[in-house]
Each structure stands twice: as structure tokens, then as C-alpha cells.
């Protein structure tokens, strides 16, 4: 839709959904709507719910910030929606916001890649019988949805007792689990902005002992340091793998990988997220911040992908 060159561009922010990150994903759009009216744009949040396609309709926007996190928003579909009614959008496209949201099959691609993950087993909680501990893994290890983000559903078991609650736990849930090897050592992650990958950060969880939903989210829950007191080579190749992940699934824009580095400064890759959290408390702005991009300038930038790619596909159109 082309507007006259004094009207601002309206830009439609989704969040929220019904997912169980619905609580995060509101606090990220809001932050974005505030940050994108104060540069001078239309901003308007809409929910994704029964009457999202209704509100993108009415609304007419010239771009949608994708600030949806979990489910629907991560996993490509809602970017399918934006696809279909031809709405350019921030963040990855279809195909890989639905693979990098899906745990086992992005560690398959690390593993055959030769990019460094933890092993791990995946489990179907589908057939009525809980599983047994497998023989190719050893306690302690880490559980977690294949499909879900922010720390959802994870959990450390470090017993065979703890093993079978959690499955029982799990179960009511999730069809899916991955099982995978706990690896003491610090945690860091990086960001990728473009084409670039940003200073690195260390996370000490101050709650629960590792990075968990409320170690992320809760005032307090973790203390971010940035950026992080690496080795100078340690921190280059952990950037590599971050650019390498980034590039490897498709994304786009941005992203946000995250690592356990052991004792023996060996780096894993954990995961790699899509659509990284922009909170208060998030990561993702202050590796930005260390580098001299306010979250106005991060927003805009993000905007400015967005809008880049619709100029193009329209040039040739």
C-alpha cells in the first residue's frame, strides 16, 4: 500500500497468542510499539488470535513486526499468514522459523554440519508408556519440548526417580522430548544482527541454577555480562559458530545462539533462537547496547530489513 510522503508508515506489531509464552511475547511487542511511535511511526499492536486476519484486514498495515514468541510465531505460522496477504514482515521467513524451532531437527543439522551440540536422544510420550532411560545416555541430563522456547519445559534430572517424574510431568504437555547430555561450564550466548555477530554475553542464572524461564525473566533471575570476560580467541570462534548456526538454518536479521562453554574451554551449541526476546530484560538489546545501538535504533533497523526486502520483490514484480 503506498502512502503520501506525509503520512507515517504503519507498521501492525502481533504479539501475544495463546501459547505459554503469551506473558513474554506482550512485554516484548509493547516495548516495540513504544520504541517504534517515538521514531515517528503509526505502530499498533494486535493479538494473535481468532481475530488476527480480521485486524490485519482492517488495519492495512505497510510492514508487521513479528514480536510473537513461541508457538504460531516462531514456527512459521504466522509468517505463512503475512505470506499469503503479501505483508512484509521482520524476522526469518517460513521455512527457517519452523526449523530452527524445532530442537531435534536443528541438532541433527549442527551434528552433520560438525558444529558442536550436545548429544541427545528424542522421545515420543504419545504410545502410553513413559520411557526408559536409555543406555546411550548418562545421567545427569537436561529435558526439554522439542517445540517450545524461552526455557519452557525444561528441566535438569540428575536421577532415575527424578527421570520418571519428569516424563510423567512432561506428558501432560508435550507429545515430544528431547533427552540431552548435561555438560557442566559457564553460559554465554550471541547475537547475530544481520550479518554480524555482536559481543558476546556470559548469563549467571541466579535462579534455579541454570538460564530457566524464570532465571530469564524475573527481576534478579540472572545477571548479564557484556561483554562476557572471554578469551579473545574463545569469544571469535564462539561468534563463528553464532554466524555459522545463523547462516546454516536460514535465518535472517536477527538471532540469538546460546552455548555452554566446559572447563576445558570446549563450546556446544544449545540452541538457536529465531525470534530473541526484546524485554526489559533481554539479551538481545544489551548486546546492541554494547556496541552503541539503542533499542529505538535496534527497532529501526529491524524495520529497515523488513522494508528493504519489499522494496526488492516489488522492483521486480
Keep these: 500500500m503506498q502512502r503520501s510522503p506525509t503520512t507515517k508508515e504503519r507498521i501492525a506489531v502481533v504479539m501475544g497468542g495463546d501459547s505459554s509464552e503469551r506473558e513474554i511475547s506482550i512485554r516484548s511487542g509493547s516495548e516495540v510499539v513504544r520504541a517504534l511511535n517515538s521514531l515517528g511511526y503509526d505502530a499498533h499492536s494486535i493479538d494473535y488470535d481468532e481475530r488476527f486476519v480480521d485486524a490485519l484486514r482492517q488495519l492495512k498495515p505497510d510492514l508487521v513486526f513479528n514480536a510473537l514468541h513461541g508457538p ?42 560438525g558444529l558442536p551440540t550436545p548429544v541427545w536422544d528424542l522421545f515420543d510420550l504419545t504410545g502410553g508408556t513413559l520411557p526408559l532411560l536409555p543406555g546411550s545416555l548418562d545421567l545427569p541430563l537436561v529435558i526439554k519440548p522439542r517445540f517450545q522456547g524461552s526455557a519452557v519445559g525444561v528441566a535438569i534430572v540428575r536421577t532415575h526417580e527424578e527421570w520418571t517424574s519428569a516424563m510423567l ?12 547430555e548435561y555438560l557442566e561450564g559457564r553460559e554465554f550466548t550471541c547475537a547475530v ?46 561468534q563463528m559458530l553464532a554466524l ?33 526476546g526484546l524485554t526489559p530484560v533481554s539479551l538481545f538489546p544489551d548486546a546492541c547496547s554494547a556496541v552503541g545501538i539503542s533499542f529505538e535504533a535496534l527497532i529501526d ?17
Excluded at 512484509?88 to 531435534?104: F, N, Q, R, V, W
Excluded at 548469563?203 to 541454577?209: K, L, P, S, Y
Excluded at 524461564?213 to 562476557?228: C, D, F, N, Q
Design 193 to 238: 544482527l544481520g550479518e554480524e555477530a555482536l559481543p558476546l554475553i556470559e548469563i549467571v542464572a541466579n535462579r534455579d541454577g541454570f538460564y530457566s524461564y524464570r532465571a530469564k525473566y524475573e527481576p534478579g533471575g540472572s545477571t548479564h555480562l557484556v561483554p562476557a570476560p572471554l578469551d579473545e580467541n574463545l569469544a571469535a570462534r564462539l
Design 301 to 317: 533497523r529491524l524495520v529497515s530489513y523488513a522494508r528493504a526486502r519489499a522494496d526488492a520483490r516489488d522492483a521486480v514484480a
Design 72 to 113: 504460531g510465531g516462531e514456527d512459521g505460522h504466522v509468517q505463512a499468514l503475512l505470506e499469503y496477504f503479501s505483508v512484509p514482515y521482520t524476522g526469518s521467513g517460513i521455512e527457517a522459523a519452523a526449523l530452527s524451532m524445532d530442537k531435534h531437527l536443528t541438532k541433527k543439522l549442527l551434528a552433520a554440519e
Design 169 to 180: 510431568e512432561a506428558s501432560k504437555s508435550y507429545s515430544q522430548i528431547l533427552a540431552e
Design 244 to 276: 555459522s548456526a545463523h547462516r546454516l538454518l536460514g535465518l535472517r536479521d536477527y538471532s540469538r545462539s546460546d552455548f555452554i562453554v566446559t572447563s576445558d574451554n570446549r563450546p556446544y551449541l544449545l540452541e538457536i533462537n529465531s525470534l530473541p
